[in-house]
């Protein structure tokens, strides 16, 4: 810092702790009520220290309390959330780095055109044309399966940039030295350009997995078959019980348990995270 | 735009590179979109045997429509609350990181991992927190005379929602604003410490002008956040009620077009979305170009 004063330092420090436990607020009540039962939750306001049923609430959550609202098991669920954020994220990674390689290394007619259908998917975000894109998914044959719950997700215009911003940095010469020793144009993208991007895949792979991991109106759409209910639907069937109270024991149980792979990502990688967040978006 | 001085010449592979992109976008992309506006100016009978086109029609009867324009004023409501809430306290975080050298990497742990907090579950914990019966808040808002209930109060629903929304953006905005200020260069602060001017003065008069491409880029970021990406949220929590209290443009072509099944209606929603979406994009993308200026 510039100058030492060491009040405004103590305030600064206090003013982060006090914005970190207002931040904190409502996941620590979540992790809070997942340790009480039922009963207590319902008595008033809830307690703020952890009760005594956290191995019950838990167990429960992740053995079969999802059933009573007609929903398949947790582990199911959350398994069907890992498997369409892996999905979205390789799919989204390996069409873009493809479409990049093409972009950046290659010149052949309509290329430009074929950039400015990519881009216009930054303009068209699912919630503006819900209807029409569950019409076609539906003409597909492709409801409540999933190719329909990942494909209609995977093009995306960001990675495609972000790709073609980095292969402009690439030397040229690295090519030139490339096609000298004979490498094609396969070759010299297996062999020198997708090492070379390891660092971008890395963080473009934190940025998407968070991103296919949430995704929630989509999945809400295209699925009404149960197998295919992700953690997010799941969460949103318990608390919208027709009858009756809601169990927020299981709920708030279930909700750290969601909540939990992607923080568990941003914070062991926090480094690819911010670099991710910060190239994508510009 | 530019590719590489070298570059390879088969003729095939490129197109064969891009397909699989391109495909997914003119199928489930482009033609959904080129349907959404044919349909926002046709009109179906009520068995689906025939399809009239009607102009503008629905254009005309939505602009006229005191429910959309009711929609269209909260949503601008939510998205200026959303924006300016979660990049005040953004803004806040980050130059108070930017003091503490030395502690800010631990700060920044605490502060950025809501953004890994699927919007679903974020409304689903800060209505659990704000429930009148079982949440921490309404008891104690009632000790200040505030009979907390969202599910009958629409201001209250309104505030729950902006709240949800903004908390998930706070890390977002911190990351970007934290960039930003690092990015500010040290001989200028110090400089005008020399000329005695305090931390304070050094924010508002160094800091904060330079920041202003970072603020605006957020700007834009955060308004389409809060339009477009705020359905979960909604879903999860208030479903858009009470009463229409808090039902979004995003909110209300779903309930339009799936709850309502009123296509016409629902297509025409979706086509001046898009506007809205290309009008963000556009000023963003002229913006991004001018940032290198500085």
């Known amino acids: ?282 | 735009m530019d590719t590489k001085r070298t570059t390879f010449n088969n003729r095939l592979l490129p197109y064969l590179l891009l397909a699989p992109q391109l495909i997914i976008t003119l199928v489930f992309f482009i033609w959904p979109a080129a349907q959404a506006f044919k349909s926002s100016v046709e009109r179906e009978d009520p068995f689906g045997f025939s399809t009239v086109f009607v102009g503008l029609d629905h254009y005309r009867r939505l602009l006229t429509d005191p429910n959309y324009l009711d929609a269209l004023w909260r949503t601008g409501i939510f998205a200026v609350a959303v924006t300016v809430l979660s990049m005040g306290l953004g803004l806040a975080f980050a130059a108070a990181v930017d003091r503490v050298t030395r502690s800010s990497r631990i700060y920044t742990t605490f502060l950025v991992w809501p953004y890994a907090v699927a919007p679903v579950i974020a409304g689903v914990l800060w209505w659990f927190l704000f429930n009148s019966s079982t949440g921490i808040l309404p008891f104690y808002l009632s000790k200040f005379g505030i009979r907390w209930d969202h599910d009958l109060n629409g201001t209250h629903a309104m505030i729950l929602i902006i709240i949800a929304a903004a908390w998930k953006q706070i890390s977002y905005n911190f990351l970007f604003f934290l960039a930003g200020l690092q990015s500010v260069p040290h001989a200028l602060m110090e400089a005008a410490a020399i000329d005695g001017s305090g931390p304070v003065k050094r924010f508002f008069t160094i800091a904060l002008p330079l920041l202003s491409p970072t603020t605006f880029f957020l700007f834009i970021i955060n308004v389409n956040y809060a339009m477009f990406d705020t359905f979960p949220i909604i879903d999860a929590t208030t479903t858009g009620g009470p009463a229409q209290s808090t039902t979004t443009l995003v909110y209300k072509v779903y309930q339009d077009g799936f709850v309502g099944l009123n296509l016409g209606s629902s297509s025409a929603q979706s086509v001046l979305l898009m506007l809205i979406v290309m009008v963000l994009t556009f000023v963003q993308f002229r913006y991004v170009e001018r940032r290198v200026q500085y």
Request: contains cysteine; hydrophobic residues 55%.
């Open chain 1, 1 to 282: 810092m510039v100058e030492n004063r060491p009040f405004l330092t103590f305030l600064t420090h206090a003013f982060l702790l006090l914005g970190f436990a207002v931040v904190a607020l409502p996941v620590y009540v979540a992790v809070i009520a997942s340790t009480h039962d039922l009963q207590t939750l319902l008595t008033g306001s809830v307690p703020l220290l952890p009760g005594s049923h956290f191995i019950e609430n838990y167990s429960q959550i992740l053995t079969g309390a999802s059933a009573a609202n007609g929903l398949p098991n947790y582990s199911h669920m959350a398994m069907n959330s890992l498997i369409m954020a892996l999905a979205i994220m390789a799919g989204k990674i390996a069409i873009s780095i493809l479409s990049a390689f093409a972009i950046v290394y290659f010149r052949f007619p309509f290329r430009v055109l074929a950039f400015w259908i990519i881009f216009v998917t930054l303009m068209l975000p699912v919630e503006v044309r819900i209807l029409p894109t569950y019409k076609i998914v539906a003409d597909l044959g492709m409801l409540n399966s999933w190719a329909g719950l990942t494909i209609p997700l995977i093009a995306s215009a960001t990675a495609t940039f972000l790709f073609r911003q980095f292969f402009m940095t690439v030397p040229d010469e690295i090519l030139e030295a490339a096609r000298v020793d004979g490498a094609g144009p396969m070759k010299f993208f297996r062999d020198i350009l997708l090492p070379l991007s390891r660092t971008n895949i890395g963080a473009l792979c934190v940025i998407l997995f968070i991103y296919g991991w949430v995704q929630y109106l989509w999945p809400l759409l295209v699925t009404t078959d149960t197998g295919y209910y992700t953690l997010m639907m799941g969460m949103k069937r318990m608390v919208t019980a027709q009858d009756g109270t809601i169990p927020w024991n299981f709920v708030m149980a279930g909700a750290v348990l969601a909540m939990l792979p992607p923080i568990l990502v941003v914070v062991f990688m926090q480094r690819l995270f911010i670099r991710g967040l910060t190239e994508t978006e510009k």
